[in-house]
C-alpha cells in the first residue's frame, strides 16, 4: 500500500464518483483510477467502495478506512511541514516604523547595526505620520519608531535621537531669500505656512515660537506633509517653518534659511513599548549611541 492509493480513495470518497475524481480532481484518466482503487482494495483485503451507474457508494469497510486514511494523510502532511520548518526555520522579523522623510538619513544605518549581529532577520518597514507610528507601536504592530514625542501613550518610552532645529523655509526668488538669516519680524505680513494636526507636536512647537516672538503672524494655510508644504509655500510666494531634515527634500524653486538667534527645536526620538522583550529591540537600544553618532557623521 503508498499513500498515492489513500490519496486516491479520498479524492473519489469526497467526489462520490470515479470519473469526477479522476478528471478533475486527480487530472488522470477514470481506467487508471480504477485499477489503482482495486489494488488497493486488493491490499486491505475486502471492498471499499459500490459501483453504481451515476457513482459510487462507500461500504461500511470504506468508510471505516476513510477515517484511517485522512488521519494518515493529515500526519504525512504534518510531518512534512515539521522537516521543512527544520530546514528552513522562519527568520525573526522587526518592524521599523519612520516619521516620513526620515527613512533618508536613520534607515541605513539602523540596518546595518542589525544586520550586524543578526544577518538572519527580516526588517520591514512602517512609514506614516508620527501619530500613526505611536498607535502603531501601542497595538504591537511596530517594534521601534523614529517619531516625535506623542503625548497621552504612557505605554511608550522614548529615547532622544537629535534634537532638530526649526528652518524659515520660502520660495527661492522670495525677497527674504537674499538674507543670511531670517528673524521673527521678517515673517510678518507675509502668507505663513504652517503644519496641520497630522503633526501635533511640531505644530506645538511653532505655535509656541509664534507666540513668544510677539508678532502677530496668523497661518494663512495648513500641510498635512512636506510634500504640500512645499508646493504650498512654492504656489503662494508664502513661508513656512520646518525641521532642518527637510532640506533633503527641497525642490529648486524652495530654498531655507537659519532662523536669527536661538532657534526652537523639536526631538526627533526612538519610541518603543514598555512592555516589548523583544531581543531585537534590546539590541537596538543597546546600540543607540552608536546609531546616533553614525548619523551624525553623515550629516555634517
Sequence with gaps: MELRHLRYFVAVADAGNLTVAAQRILHTSQPSLSRQIRDL???????????????????????????????????????????????????????????????????????????????????????????LLADGLLKGKIDAAFLRRERGVPELAYRVLVKEALMVVLPSNHRLAALKSIGPRDLVGEPFVTVSNTAPVLRAVIDNFLKRSGMKITPAHEADHLSMGMSLIASTGGVGLLPAYAQNFLPPSVTSRPLKGESPTVDLVLGYKRSNESPILKLLLSRLDELVERVSKKIR
Design 41 to 131: 482494495e486488493d491490499e486491505v483485503g475486502t471492498e471499499l467502495l459500490t459501483r453504481r451507474a451515476r457513482g459510487i457508494d462507500l461500504t461500511p469497510a470504506g468508510r471505516a478506512f476513510l477515517d484511517h486514511a485522512r488521519s494518515v494523510l493529515s500526519q504525512v502532511e504534518a510531518a512534512a511541514e515539521a522537516a521543512r520548518r527544520a530546514a528552513h526555520p522562519a527568520k525573526p522579523c522587526f518592524t521599523m516604523g519612520f516619521l516620513t522623510g526620515h527613512e533618508l538619513t536613520w534607515m541605513p544605518e539602523a540596518m546595518r547595526i542589525l544586520h550586524d549581529e543578526l544577518p538572519n532577520i527580516d526588517v520591514m518597514i512602517s512609514s506614516q505620520y508620527s501619530p
